[in-house]
């Protein structure tokens, strides 16, 4: 019996799906047969996305939300509802980083910021699409985090703590959801190049050493976490749940030995 990758009938909702990982994710699910659902704060970036997604043969609904407002959540869930029935999958993805240096220089208003999004906007989106998922006998959220929750990145402390709690979350909804047959899981990424990791391959010097960090020599680009999200949000995951999945090209373990 093969594994089903299948996505057919499904509804996806993924977050920060304007660009990069989040993108790629919903295109991917579009392809594989859901009906997907595109948040972000810029309508006219998800708008590009959709008519992607929609040439390709697909179904998208563009909405623009902000995971930082309960009721723009709250909205965003009600579109997605009105127009496909209802949501079976979650992709946690929107994430801010707007503090970069010792920790010790942050403000407060930074602090708010990144935790608000990438830690309250995820239990946000997940609680306002859990019930949806119970009544449609299950489902999937999957959970975007970073191996800097997993080990300190320099100068992005907050951005790391909040990414430490994202591993925490899922393993507590994991728990509290297993009875409703929804699984969480988390995708802890290494460096990819996005627009929000501009700052490093756009610096030379910096780029390199983060290269020489990882035991491939290059980055990830956004498709190569594209395959590994599916399987989170396919029937193929069923028995998997509150698991954190690294992609890094190696950078954990290397660092780990010393290598």
């Not at 959540?73 to 992709?91: P, S, W």
Request: aromatic share 6%.
């Amino acid at each position: 019996m093969q594994p089903n990758f299948d996505l057919t009938g499904k509804v996806a909702l993924i977050t920060g799906a304007s660009r990069g990982i989040g993108q790629a994710i919903a295109e991917t699910y579009a392809a594989a047969g859901a009906k997907v659902v595109l948040a972000s704060r810029k309508q006219s970036s998800l708008d590009g996305v959709a008519d992607v997604i929609r040439r390709n043969g697909g179904e998208a609904l563009a909405v623009a939300a902000h995971t930082g407002s309960d009721i723009a959540v709250a909205e965003l869930v009600d579109r997605a509802t009105e127009a496909y029935g209802g949501i079976d999958i979650v992709v946690n993805n929107a994430a801010t980083n707007p503090h970069f240096g010792p920790i010790l220089t942050a403000e407060d208003s930074h602090w708010q910021k990144i935790m608000d999004v990438n830690v309250m906007g995820y239990f946000r989106v997940a609680k306002a699409c859990a019930a949806s998922m119970k009544a449609r006998g299950g489902g999937k959220i999957i959970n975007m985090a970073s191996v800097a929750g997993k080990t300190p990145a320099p100068g992005m402390g907050i951005y790391c703590v909040s990414k430490a709690a994202v591993l925490m979350l899922t393993q507590v909804l994991a728990v509290e959801l297993a009875a409703d047959n929804i699984q969480v899981n988390v995708i802890a990424p290494g460096f990819v190049k996005t627009r929000f990791s501009q700052a490093i391959w756009d610096n030379p010097q910096l780029n390199e050493a983060v290269v020489r960090s990882i035991p491939q020599k290059r980055m990830a680009e956004v498709e190569e976490l594209a395959g590994l999200a599916l399987y989170l949000a396919s029937p193929a995951s069923s028995f998997m749940t509150g698991a954190t999945l690294v992609i890094d090209g190696g950078q954990l373990v290397s660092n780990a030995i010393g290598a």
